[in-house]
């Protein structure tokens, strides 16, 4: 049966134009409003003062971020298709200015494996640097620039013995390459440990909320007086990227280790003279302690008469048993290692020994280790 409304006479083009129409007087009203030929710029509110935390913030930034360089590790390669070798952008990471002879900190995890290295500077200056000296335990190295001393900014040194969880914390450095970035947040730890690139640990490490992410390595933290506290060195992320806790080699052991590099090339650490045994095989006889294998001869260990472990008619006479540093109880290596890093090359300490079930005292005096 065929539709006789009226409805189904009226063609699809009259529908559409109708709905066209009733669109456009519905709309037609507020066109008015959406254009305006004399429309100006809004009048501005006025902010007032920066709050003291905010100009505190931009103070340390505009301070200290002269100080604090872009440093690029690049390797060479050779070319997939010829035996030419290329040079490879390897890494990426923060420094920061040490002195005013163009000496630069960094980590040494991000130098670790360049053939070559530059630095850019604050000013966007790009400067060859040549490694003056590395500590891989303690993640740190020092780079030389030849940047003239006008363009150098040395950073401020701070101490971090002092230092309170809690306590505001600001990170300048080159996160994914971004330039000149600062980040702040707080002390949420002290004293942590963490292992270095040797597999080594480090003692007294800052623990930060201040967001740390890959580039920022080897860059300052500062306290809220612009001053050096720690040098930004890892995070602990299962993505790799900030993730709320960073970590910072406190600035008293910086202070310590650089002038070493600086002088010597290498971080000279006070030792004993004697070889030490597995702590898993001392646990195997059953040793509660550190077992002396062998001393040096001449070297301090032997000075002292402390006994290595030495073979007699086919039976093995074990030596001295390492107990304490200096009254500090030691159970390993690492623990030894911390302890002694104490004191420097030349000065005497009391080594606690077990010799034969009897407790006894040795003063010795420390040694470089070879």
Known sequence: MRDKSPIGK????VIFLLVVIGLWLTFKPY?????????????????????????????????????VVYVTSIALRRGMFSLNAVEIPQGTGSGFVWDNEGRIVTNYHVISDANRVQVTMADQS????????????????VLQI???EQRLKPITIGSSSDLL????VFAIGNPFGLDQTITTGIISALNREINSITGRTIRGVIQTDAAINPGNSGGPLLDSAGRLIGVNTAIYSPSGAYAGIGFAVPVDEVNRVIPQLIRHGKLIKPGIGASLADERVASRLGIDGILIL????????????????????????????????????????????????????????????N?????LDVTVELGPIN
């Open 165 to 168: 969880v809690g306590q505001k």
């Open 146 to 148: 030849s940047a003239p």
């Open 31 to 67: 066109s008015r409003f959406t254009r305006n030929p004399d429309a100006t710029p809004r009048a501005i509110t006025a902010r007032g003062e920066l709050a003291a935390d905010e100009q505190n913030t931009i103070e340390i930034f505009r301070e200290n971020s002269p100080a």
């Open 294 to 353: 062998n001393v040096e001869t001449g070297g301090p260990a032997q000075s002292a008469g402390l006994r290595p472990t030495t073979q007699y008619r086919g039976d093995i006479v074990l030596g001295d048993v390492i107990l304490a540093i200096a009254g500090k109880k030691v159970r390993s290596f690492d623990e030894l290692r911390y302890e002694l890093e104490k004191f420097k090359v030349g000065d005497e300490v009391i080594v606690s020994i």
């Open 355 to 359: 010799r034969d079930g009897q407790v």
């Open 126 to 141: 790009t400067w060859k640097a040549v490694l003056v000296g590395a500590a891989p335990d303690k993640d740190l190295a």
């Open 10 to 13: 009226i063609s699809p083009f």
